[in-house]
Every structure is written in structure tokens, then in C-alpha cells.
């Protein structure tokens, strides 16, 4: 079992970047799937989180109206789209994993069970982001 993040790299403020949270080894739709990112100095994150077989969403308020998760189950792949970047969004991003289940499960409503850094199961290497001003 293995997740891997990859699409970091180096932006201007006001631009744009795709993170992407391949699996493999298990089925990513039976999973809720949460990106955490930890900046230098500062604690870890929990940014977004998509649940499992009913789509919903969560995002961080500092996040909210500029980055959209969305998945692509054919390709076993959860995606991070990150719109309008800021500086402070420089740092490490990561994708991690809870599950399986087998009925829906909602990160919006139960983001304390299916989103916080806690309730992981698996997580994947982080990639960096780096926003420059």
C-alpha cells in the first residue's frame, strides 16, 4: 500500500499548481483522502479532504474558494487544484488516506473521524510548493 504525492514545484503569487495523490495497492474510492501541508517553523495543516464514494469536501478557511480536491477513480488518483496562490502557501503538501468503507463517508461532516491528521491510516511523501512573492 503506497501513496505518493508529486506536482510541487515553484510558482509566482496569483498562479496556479495540480497536486496529484496516486495509490497504489488499494482502491483510493474506498477511501476518504486528505491533503496536509507544514510550512518551516509551523505546524502541520489539514488543507482539504474529499470522502468516499459520496464526493463531499472539506477545505481549511484558508484555503476556501482558492483550491478545489477533486478524484479521478479510473485512475486510482485524488488531485489538489490550487488556484490564486499566496506565499504563505509555501510548504510541504501531503496526501494521506483513511479506510476502507463501505458506505459513504463525509468529510464534511465527520472531518474529525475522516480528515484530521489522526484518524490516517496511510500517508504518502510530501512534495514541495513553493509561492514566491
Known amino acids: 500500500v503506497q501513496l505518493q504525492a508529486f506536482g510541487g514545484g515553484l510558482v509566482q503569487a496569483g498562479g496556479s499548481l495540480r497536486l496529484s495523490c496516486a495509490a497504489s495497492g488499494f482502491t483510493l474510492d474506498l477511501y476518504a483522502i486528505s491533503w496536509f501541508r507544514q510550512a518551516p517553523g509551523k505546524e502541520r495543516e489539514g488543507v482539504s479532504c474529499?470522502?468516499?464514494?459520496?464526493?463531499?469536501?472539506y477545505y481549511a478557511e484558508s484555503v476556501k474558494g482558492r483550491f478545489t480536491i477533486s478524484r479521478d477513480n479510473a485512475k486510482n488518483t485524488v488531485y489538489l487544484q490550487m488556484n490564486s496562490l499566496k506565499p504563505e502557501d509555501t510548504a510541504v503538501h501531503y496526501c494521506?488516506?483513511?479506510?476502507?468503507?463501505?458506505?459513504?463517508?463525509?468529510?464534511?461532516?465527520?472531518?474529525?473521524?475522516?480528515?484530521?491528521?489522526?484518524?490516517?491510516?496511510?500517508w504518502g511523501k510530501g512534495t514541495l510548493v513553493t509561492v514566491s512573492s
Open positions: 474529499i470522502g468516499s464514494s459520496d464526493g463531499s469536501t
Open positions: 494521506a488516506a483513511v479506510g476502507p468503507f463501505s458506505a459513504p463517508s463525509n468529510c464534511y461532516s465527520d472531518y474529525d473521524d475522516l480528515g484530521a491528521a489522526h484518524a490516517m491510516d496511510y
